[in-house]
Each structure stands twice: as C-alpha cells, then as structure tokens.
C-alpha cells in the first residue's frame, strides 16, 4: 500500500474523498499526525459502511456511532489499543461536528484488567504458533507465549532478550530482565530451549528490529501473523493468575513480575477459584500448627 492508497478504499471513490477531507479539516486541531488519522479513519469510515450507515459526517462522526464502533469492533485489541482509537475518532468528531459531544461514551469494559486465557485457549495458541509460515515467525511467536504466559513479561521486555540472559540449569530455566530473575514455568521449559537452540547468538531472541519504537512490537506481529493471535497482556495476566491460584506468595510474586504493587489485584483475583471447604480449612489451619 503506497501513502496514496487506503486499506479497503477504492482511490478516488466518494468514500476515499469523504475520508480525506476529514482528515484534512481536523488534522490540524488536533496532536496526531494527519497519516495516523488518515489509517484510523479510514478502518473505521469502511466498518461504517458495512453497517450500512450512509457516507454522511452528521453520522459518521456521530457520539453514538463511534461509541458503537468502540465497544463492538477490533474485539482482537486491547482496551488500551481501543481507547487510543476512540479518543483519535473522537478527535475528529470534535472538530467537525462540536454540538455532539455532550453525550457520555460507554466504557470498553467494566474491569479495568485484562481476562487471562483458558486451558483450551493456550492449547490453541501453541497450535498458532506452529502455523506461522515462515520460521522467524514462529519463533516470535513461541517466544511471545513462552515469555508471557511462562515468565510474566511484559511486551515491552521482550524485543531485547537475548541468549545471556536464560540461564539453563538443573534446577530449570531462568530468566533475567529489568535486574530481576523470573523462573521460567516449567510447561514453557522445553521451548525456550528449543528457541536457543535455533535462535542465532550474535542478535536478540526476537530477531531484527527494524523500528525505534517497540512499544507495540507485539501487537504489530500478532496483527500480521497467520490465524487467531493472543494478546500479550492477556498472555501474562494468565501467567499472574496461574500463580495466584497456586498460593505463591503475593511478595515473590510482585518480585517476579517487576512490581511493588498492584493496583488491580482485587480484579485478578475474580479470575481465581475458591478452594472446596476442606482445602480451605487445610491451607488456614496449617498457618497456626507447629
């Protein structure tokens, strides 16, 4: 695609002009460059018609129709990801249409914390990661599941792990990011041996960065990536569940995962099964025997 062409537009077309004279009125009012608008815009200004709304700014850059667009679409982000496509929408309808933002849009979601994968979802995501076509690319993706969901990493530690820093011993695997050790899961164990094996010595695990910043480094494989990627911070909110439903202590924990705190630790904790009444009653008693 050349920086002439829109994803899903035809050049030329009314919708191709209705989005670039949307952009051009509203870029200049706002704190985003007019090409990041022009792409969110017109991903959106296409979902819109397939609704069957008509090419009309009174509509399109309506409260009601970003708001619907928000909370129903690009279900495959993060909230994060969604919030910051809303509030470039909502940008624009500002400049635009003013006398429509009275009106107060629906949260993306009750929780403010990611939900962590099942079982049969992770199960599914091993299979992803083994249909990727090319091998970089499913070696990314191996790393992205072993890290995340085996290491609690957040996507931002990734990009620059490399070979000296998983130390292989008899008592596992161990990882060494942000000046802190995080003890591989021992299910992740065998691929992340595999990953060094193949992975060359002389670059980071992750391969070539061709980018300054790699804040969205996952988002951006996983948007390109062959079948039904995972979200990486859906994969360590899985790795901080798994843990808190095995009893680890809260301050290794918080060791572990680069934290001093957590702010949604009680929305973790939803995610967490109640032990049956005898476990229960077994794991408190044990805290008062000697």
Not at 103 to 120: G, V
Not at 194 to 216: A, Q
Request: charged fraction near 25%; proline fraction near 7%.
């Amino acid at each position: 695609m050349t920086d002439d062409e829109l994803r899903g537009v035809v050049p030329g077309s009314p919708m191709d002009r209705f989005i670039r004279d949307s952009v051009t009125l509203a870029a200049p009012s706002t704190a985003y460059a007019a090409k990041l608008l022009m792409s969110h815009t017109a991903r959106y200004v296409v979902w819109c018609l397939e609704q069957g709304w008509p090419l009309d700014a009174q509509t399109i850059w309506s409260v009601r129709a970003i708001d619907i667009y928000s909370t129903t679409a690009n279900q495959d982000r993060s909230e994060g990801t969604r919030r910051n496509y809303r509030s470039m929408l909502m940008r624009i309808s500002e400049v635009l249409v003013p006398d429509e933002h009275p009106e107060r849009p629906t949260p993306l979601s009750r929780r403010s914390t990611a939900a962590p994968y099942s079982a049969p979802e992770m199960a599914q995501f091993r299979d992803w990661a083994g249909s990727q076509v090319t091998a970089l690319k499913r070696d990314r993706a191996m790393l992205m599941l072993a890290l995340c969901a085996g290491a609690g990493l957040r996507p931002s530690e990734m990009p620059f792990l490399r070979h000296r820093d998983v130390c292989v011993d008899p008592e596992g695997v161990l990882i060494t990011v942000a000046e802190r050790q995080v003890p591989l899961l021992a299910e992740w164990e065998e691929w992340m041996l595999v990953l060094l094996e193949r992975r060359p010595t002389d670059e980071v695990l992750w391969g070539p960065i061709n980018r300054r910043n790699t804040s969205n480094l996952t988002s951006s494989f996983t948007e390109n990536s062959f079948g039904n990627p995972p979200r990486a911070d859906r994969l360590r909110q899985t790795w901080f569940t798994h843990h808190l439903t095995q009893g680890v202590p809260i301050k290794d924990l918080f060791r572990a995962a680069g934290v001093s705190k957590l702010q949604h630790l009680h929305l973790m904790l939803e995610f967490v099964e109640l032990r049956d009444d005898a476990e229960y009653r077994r794991i408190l008693r044990s805290e008062v025997q000697r």
